[in-house]
Nanobody, 118 residues
Framework: QVQLVESGGGLVQPGGSLKLSCAASRSIFANYHMAWYRQAPGKERELVATFTIGGSIVYADSVKGRFTISRDVVKNLAYLQMNSLEPEDTAVYYC????????????WGQGTQVTVSS
């Protein structure tokens, strides 16, 4: 059963913008923190941003000031607004829902490709 579904990836030129969306079930969205990860070819998956249920937000240093994570509690959607994109941002981006209280502790989306190239 698919729990998280990402959308919004694609090809964009350097300096451009993309907005990723992650649709989650109501139960997951209400009880799990949300995060975005990315994995570039030949590299390990890395954390991009997190948004806890309590409203705490953390960004990786590499995306601070360029990316914005948000949650829409009415629509059960998480977003990642990406501005001033660089070729180094090229990766598969994954939506993650995580919890320290519930099991399973993690849900993952299928990933969406973001390519930054001229």
């Amino acid at each position: 059963q698919v729990q998280l579904v990402e959308s919004g990836g694609g090809l964009v030129q350097p300096g451009g913008s993309l907005k990723l969306s992650c649709a989650a079930s109501r139960s997951i969205f209400a009880n799990y923190h949300m995060a975005w990860y990315r994995q570039a070819p030949g590299k390990e998956r890395e954390l991009v941003a997190t948004f806890t249920i309590g409203g705490s937000i953390v960004y990786a240093d590499s995306v601070k000031g360029r990316f914005t994570i948000s949650r829409d509690v009415v629509k059960n959607l998480a977003y990642l607004q990406m501005n001033s994109l660089e070729p180094e941002d090229t990766a598969v981006y994954y939506c993650n829902a995580y919890s320290t209280r519930y099991s399973p502790s993690d849900y993952w989306g299928q990933g969406t490709q973001v390519t930054v190239s001229s």
